[in-house]
């Protein structure tokens, strides 16, 4: 049984969820959780993002689900439900999914848990093979790995994916069921060339890839790279991703083997939005315990006048870089709390990098600096990327941190952009309440 302190917390963390209306009276922004009034409890799965809640909320706005007839209305709570819920990628007939409680996507279709021996059976792919196939020494280190064991390696990665990869369709709304701990773990939502999806109050974790591929070409000395995604936008449009947390738990970075001298990472993005994504409201969620965690344009040449992203009221903790990564767009980050401290072995390196063009807006957030951290480095960029906007703090202190990023490096962050955000509603003019205020307002804050 809860004891008095900890039912008097939830209480306290419930409160904050209140109407839509009485927030942005209150000028803290749109939160959007709608209390029912006869039933106590909150309607998250019926609601649409507000107007002018970011860039989502352009031309045709973004409403999910919301239009779903009573058929079409699934509570899910096993990875097989799931996937019949959401049914053929191509069908966007109004759909509500409702998570209630965990769904572990390495599971089958009876519930039986997979690990990475289910996922490698048959293939003829095994750690011990592969590393020796493809050691510097002998292998080299001037081309991917091809041959017997890289083909074994990919058949095993396909099993994995066909598994933990759902796939979403248009006109979908997936919500936390409150009260029930609701998220996603081990498994990778795919939105990808869809028009107007919702996700909200859900609770993602440990998406971890089995099967690495060694890359020699990528950096200095190689990398591991992974395969998925907690949340992936690849070619969507309208997407509003709200009140969800992403965490690596309860595998952290710093259990990662290393091999070849580099560490074996089995984790790739939180929620990265590619391939000519655009149009996309991300808010009030935290990231927490992760390393790459956004990433906005898969390469220097992806979609130009797309990649139109607002992020704001977010809490980003534990992260060591892409908070986010930008490329081309414009992007839109305000009312943000950045917290630098190292978490379980995450050290940040930066938080906003700005490159291949990205026309940045950063404004009215507030970075939270530990002792002996660098202000120059709470930016990066490759010497194109722009970052405008004023209002930000470090440690409650006004900051220009473009240029403390510029003094200290040769590549220079543009201070212009070519825009003017419009689609801000709810933006706090002040960011010194944010440490305070999006402790309680942020991730799934119905499910604990």
């Known amino acids: 049984m809860a004891s008095p302190s900890h039912r008097r917390s939830l209480r306290k963390r419930r409160a904050v969820i209140v109407s839509a209306a009485a927030v942005t009276a209150a000028g803290l922004g749109a939160v959007a959780f709608v209390m029912n009034a ?25 409403t999910g689900g919301s239009q779903a007839d009573s058929s079409h209305v699934y509570t899910v709570s ?5 996937v019949k819920a959401l049914g053929k990628a191509d069908n966007s007939t109004p759909k509500i999914i409702q998570v209630k409680g965990v769904i572990d996507a390495n599971t089958d279709d009876s519930g039986k848990k997979l690990t990475c021996t289910d996922y490698s059976a048959g293939t003829g792919y095994s750690t011990a093979a592969y590393l020796k196939a493809y050691g510097p020494a002998t292998y080299g280190t001037s081309k991917l790995p091809s041959g017997t064991q890289e083909k074994a390696r ?15 369709p248009a006109n979908t709304t997936i919500v936390g069921v409150p009260g029930t701990k609701a998220g996603i773990t081990g498994g990778s939502l795919q939105v990808q060339s869809v028009d107007n999806v919702i996700i909200r109050n859900l609770t993602f974790s ?16 190689g990398n591991w790279n992974s395969a998925y995604d907690a949340v ?16 690596d738990a309860s595998h952290f970075d710093s259990a990662n083997p290393k091999y070849y001298g580099r560490e074996y990472q089995i984790h790739d993005g939180d ?12 808010e009030r969620n935290q990231f927490t315990n992760h390393d790459k965690t956004m990433l906005i344009g898969s390469s220097d040449t992806d979609s130009v006048g797309k990649l139109r992203v607002s992020i704001h009221h977010n809490v980003w903790k534990g992260i060591v870089q892409r908070a986010p990564l930008t490329r081309i767009g414009q992007v839109h980050i305000y009312n943000n709390y950045f917290d630098t401290t190292t978490v379980n072995g995450y050290a940040p ?10 026309q940045v807006v950063a404004e009215d957030n507030y970075w939270k600096v530990p ?30 941190l473009v240029a403390a990023y510029n003094a200290a490096n040769s590549k220079k962050l543009k201070t212009t952009v070519n825009w003017t955000p419009t689609l801000n509603a709810g933006i706090q003019s002040s960011a010194k309440n944010l440490p305070t205020e999006l402790a309680t307002t942020t991730g799934a804050v119905l499910t604990s």
């Open 206 to 221: 440990a998406t971890e890839d089995c099967f690495p591929q060694w890359d020699p070409t990528d950096g200095d000395s």
């Open 349 to 358: 390196l930066y938080s906003i990098n700005s490159r291949a063009k990205a």
């Open 38 to 62: 006869n039933a106590g409890t909150v309607d998250l799965a019926h609601q649409v993002l507000p107007a002018k809640d970011g860039w989502a909320a352009s031309g045709s706005g973004t």
């Open 78 to 82: 096993t990875r097989a439900q799931l």
């Open 154 to 168: 990919d058949a095993a990665q396909q099993k994995q994916a066909k598994n933990i990869v759902f796939k979403v």
């Open 371 to 400: 002792t002996g951290g660098k202000i120059s480095k709470l930016l990066s960029g490759d010497g194109t990327g722009s970052i405008a906007g004023t209002g930000n703090l470090v440690n409650g202190t006004s900051t220009d």
């Open 232 to 247: 992936t936008l690849r070619g969507a449009t309208h997407v509003w991703a709200d009140h969800n947390t992403f965490t």
């Open 271 to 282: 929620l990265d939005i590619t391939k000519g994504s655009d149009l996309v409201t991300v």
